[in-house]
């Protein structure tokens, strides 16, 4: 007999569903990866390089999780055309879509060029939102589909050196909010993660550097940096039958970063 605590629990399961999950061959994107394959769904790689999107399929399955290659670029138009046809072809539905690609360019508005504006703009928000065009052409048929994206709590919060980077998330927190209401109504949630500061490779350098990485912690009310692994919950459950009702939010997971003033 199933008690109720297990039965409850089932409204997290992911179990059927497919999943694509954008810049998954490392860091978050991985760990979000491999946290919704652990909670039953197939996940789809992502990653530029295909050598390190193969590596990461490889890792998945030998821990038991049903995982596959989907390697392109997602500011490359064309491939991103391709790829959505190839999951038409090889699993005929998309469940799930999780915007995590994203670049940073630290400059003053001073010291970025135009031509790396555009560059950033088109990586953190254009491809986001032609992703979700596509997710989104499949989800309409399917009458269900959670879009999730990762934006950053730099979003929210801004600091001098880093002019574009934040305009990028805030705009994708538009078209997060945007898409909820336009699809809503189709079955479909939108919802955004805003993550802190997470010891990941993109991080690599501020890690490493003992001064860096004590402020960041010290700024924080938890009085440390996120571990990579600890996304993964919030992820899970805004794809997961238990947020059915959730729409259109931003989820801060940044230890209570976003917070202070």
């Given at each position: 007999m199933t008690s109720p605590s297990q039965s409850y629990l089932q409204r997290f399961s992911l179990a059927g569903q497919v999943a694509l999950v954008t810049g998954s061959a490392r860091g978050l994107g991985l760990c979000i990866a491999r946290a919704m394959a652990g909670s039953g769904a197939h996940v789809l790689i992502n990653g530029r390089n295909a050598g390190a999107v193969r590596a990461a399929v490889e890792q998945l399955r030998g821990q038991g999780l049903a995982a596959s290659a989907l390697a392109f670029d997602v500011s490359d138009d064309d491939a991103t055309a391709r790829a959505f046809a190839q999951v038409d072809a090889e699993h005929g539905r998309l469940d799930i879509l999780v915007n995590n690609v994203g670049a940073r360019n630290r400059k003053t508005l001073q010291a970025i060029s135009a031509a790396e504006i555009r560059a950033l703009i088109e990586t953190d928000l254009v491809a986001g939102m032609l992703l979700a065009k596509q997710a989104a052409e499949r989800m309409v048929r399917q009458r269900a589909g959670r879009l999730i994206a990762i934006t950053s709590v730099a979003g929210e919060l801004a600091r001098a050196g880093d002019a574009v980077y934040p305009a990028a998330k805030q705009g994708l927190t538009g078209m997060v909010r945007a898409l909820a209401a336009e699809l809503g109504p189709l079955g479909i949630?939108?919802?955004?993660?805003?993550?802190?500061?997470?010891?990941?490779?993109?991080?690599?350098?501020?890690?490493?550097?003992?001064?860096?990485?004590?402020?960041?912690?010290?700024?924080?009310?938890?009085?440390?940096?996120?571990?990579?692994?600890?996304?993964?919950?919030?992820?899970?459950?805004?794809?997961?039958?238990?947020?059915?009702?959730?729409?259109?939010?931003?989820?801060?997971?940044?230890?209570g970063l976003s917070i202070l003033f």
């Open positions: 949630t939108s919802n955004a993660i805003a993550p802190g500061t997470f010891a990941t490779e993109t991080n690599a350098e501020m890690v490493t550097d003992a001064a860096v990485r004590e402020r960041l912690a010290a700024r924080n009310p938890m009085g440390r940096w996120g571990d990579p692994e600890e996304i993964a919950g919030a992820a899970v459950f805004l794809a997961s039958p238990a947020a059915s009702y959730i729409n259109g939010q931003v989820l801060a997971v940044d230890g």
